[in-house]
């Protein structure tokens, strides 16, 4: 038997519908079988389940959060948990899992993923690094595992921006679209004090080796090395982009002449015109936008 373990569940608001519907009470059905005096937080939105969770983490002081849904939700569980000792417990039961993939995490099956947990929560907490996301227009931002400022940065705007169709068909409309308005784009970056300009049609700050759905976007990351890899591609045309996209998923892009991979620990990134940074999947903020790794601020339970 566990020692009896105060766990604050939060389950992703959109989990109540579709596939998924039935892995919330799943996970606390299971955590309170183990013993455990478990606490569930669902609410409509995400801007009320943070508002909840941060009034339960003050009045009720658990032993740790137990996020369950996608990166979204690991993203929502980061800015409760990073730069503090709270650990946070992970059960991927989203569309991508990234985080959950690089951190070698049970996806998609819930069982297995409750398994997982109840046998973390009889060792230490993990810390790896987390990305401290600054900008003028945004209060201070933690990322677990990459962010976007490039090609898929605009198809997630555009995505979000559309009402028709609805579903996972929805990308595939946007990734089209923003395909047909490839262009390349102007950055100013500035790394350790030195600014330059550069132009290229993907750009990506990570702390993780995944992103998008399982491509191998920075193959050589690592979530606890105090280092960020920043990949950026070359101006290039719609043809060769799509070549290239196959590519990513394997990793197999790396040393292409078109592709850059550089390791740095603060980096604040801006464009000529109106670009939105993702992190985890999530909408951050317009450029410039700072990204700082910050090592070992985000304890977790592996």
Do not use: C
Request: no cysteine.
């Amino acid at each position: 038997m566990q020692d009896r373990r105060r766990l604050l569940v939060a389950v992703n608001p959109s989990a109540s519908f579709g596939k998924n519907r039935a892995v919330g009470p799943l996970v606390l059905e299971r955590l309170r079988a183990a013993g455990h005096d478990v606490t569930e937080l669902t609410r409509p939105s995400m801007a009320q389940l943070h508002e909840a969770t941060a009034a339960a983490l003050a009045a009720d002081r658990p032993d740790a959060l137990v996020v369950v849904g996608g990166d979204g939700m690991v993203h929502f569980g980061a800015q409760h948990t990073a730069g503090g000792t709270l650990p946070l417990g992970i059960i991927a039961a989203g569309t991508g899992n990234d985080v959950a993939r690089g951190l070698g995490l049970p996806r998609g099956d819930p069982e297995r993923a409750v398994d997982a947990l109840l046998a973390a929560l009889d060792r230490p907490a993990r810390r790896i690094d987390a990305i401290r996301v600054t900008g003028p227009s945004i209060a201070p931002l933690w990322v677990a595992g990459a962010v976007s400022a490039g090609f898929d940065a605009l198809v997630n705007e555009r995505a979000n921006l559309m009402r028709f169709p609805r579903g996972g068909s929805r990308y595939t409309v946007a990734i089209l679209r923003e395909l047909l308005a490839l262009r390349p784009l102007e950055y100013t970056i500035e790394v350790d004090g030195e600014r330059r300009s550069e132009r290229g049609v993907l750009l990506s700050v990570a702390n993780n080796r995944y992103i998008g759905g399982g491509m191998h976007i920075t193959p050589g990351a690592l979530l606890d090395d105090g280092e960020l890899d920043v990949l950026l591609v070359s101006p290039i045309g719609r043809l060769r982009f799509l070549a290239l996209f196959p590519r990513v998923f394997s990793g197999r892009h790396v040393g292409l002449s078109v592709v850059r991979i550089e390791r740095v620990r603060r980096i604040t990134v801006d464009a000529a015109g109106p670009i939105a940074a993702y992190g985890d999947g999530e909408r951050l903020g317009d450029l410039p936008l700072t990204f700082e790794v910050v090592p070992g601020a985000l304890p977790l339970l592996l």
